[in-house]
């Protein structure tokens, strides 16, 4: 299971820190990545951590705002979140896939994030 915490409402430029706490798998063989979804939009792939390196990606929609981290001893991501602007309103998922496959394959309920202009 993944259950993500954090989420709120928070005006432009504000910050918020979100968790996503791992139970039931071996957390430290998975790379962990953060969703979201805005209404009537696509789900995006905001950004990924690996799970031996700790190397990061992130979309262009996030770069130098967002920084994903990870916590292996606690089982927990964290997607850290400055400079928020209103198009980041979203309900944001993190998701879990073991590092030698390709598909997300656990994923959390998601944690609403309402940026107010």
């Known amino acids: 299971d993944l259950v993500e915490s954090g989420g709120g409402l928070v005006q432009a430029g504000g910050s918020l820190r979100l968790s996503c706490v791992a139970s039931?798998?071996?957390?430290?063989?998975?790379?962990m990545g953060w969703f979201r979804q805005a209404p009537g939009k696509e789900r995006e792939g905001i950004s990924s951590?690996?799970?031996?390196?700790?190397?990061?990606v992130y979309a262009d929609s996030v770069k130098g705002r967002f920084t994903i981290s990870r916590d292996n001893a606690k089982n927990t991501a964290y997607l850290q979140m400055n400079s928020l602007k209103p198009e980041d309103t979203a309900v944001y998922h993190c998701?879990?896939?073991?590092?030698?496959?390709?598909?997300?394959?656990?994923w959390g309920q998601g944690t609403q994030v309402t940026v107010s202009s």
């Open positions: 039931g798998l071996p957390f430290k063989d998975y790379v």
């Open positions: 998701a879990a896939r073991h590092y030698s496959t390709s598909q997300y394959n656990y």
């Open positions: 951590i690996n799970s031996d390196d700790d190397a990061t």
